[in-house]
């Protein structure tokens, strides 16, 4: 099968998506990236942001229990690209919510638009490559001469 014809099949066969799911799900490694998730944010970012705003700063923001992944890993047309969104996103590319801000986030209609998941993916990229410059050493400046 072509590379092509392969993307296509998966993305249209949504139980295979759904088992690929499950087994990122029950993954060791997605296990730890939560993990680390929470104890780095173990507060709802949406409940501390929506504090910051009204100014409140304590008895508002809920513990987080779930871990939102900011680039939908639904959007992959491939098994290695949703491995790659859910576990290569890395710390940054998670939110820790609570339920009902998680349930909220994802029932606002405008949320899972394509322009919207565009606009999320390209922050993410902008982010990451942010990151990589910050990685980079100090290069040597004068090789020249
Ligand atoms: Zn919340
Ligand atoms: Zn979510």
Avoid at 74 to 96: D, F, N, Q, Y
Wanted: charged content about 30%; glycine content about 6%.
């Amino acid at each position: 099968m072509s590379e092509k014809k392969k993307r296509l099949a998966w993305r249209c066969n949504s139980l295979q998506q759904q088992r690929d799911k499950a087994e990122i799900y029950n993954s060791k490694e997605w296990k730890q990236l939560r993990e680390a998730k929470l104890q780095k944010q173990p507060m709802c970012e949406m409940c501390l942001e929506e504090g910051r705003k009204r100014g409140i700063k304590r008895g508002y923001v809920r513990s987080a229990t779930c871990v939102h992944h900011i680039v939908p890993i639904e959007t992959a047309t491939t098994k290695e690209e949703m491995w790659r969104l859910a576990i290569g996103c890395g710390l940054s590319g998670l939110m820790s919510l609570c339920r009902p801000c998680h349930n909220k986030l994802h029932n606002n209609a405008g949320y899972h638009t394509k322009e919207a998941v565009q606009e999320r993916k390209q922050s993410a990229f902008e982010r990451w490559k942010a990151k990589q410059h910050r990685q980079q050493p100090p290069t040597d400046s004068d090789g020249s001469t």
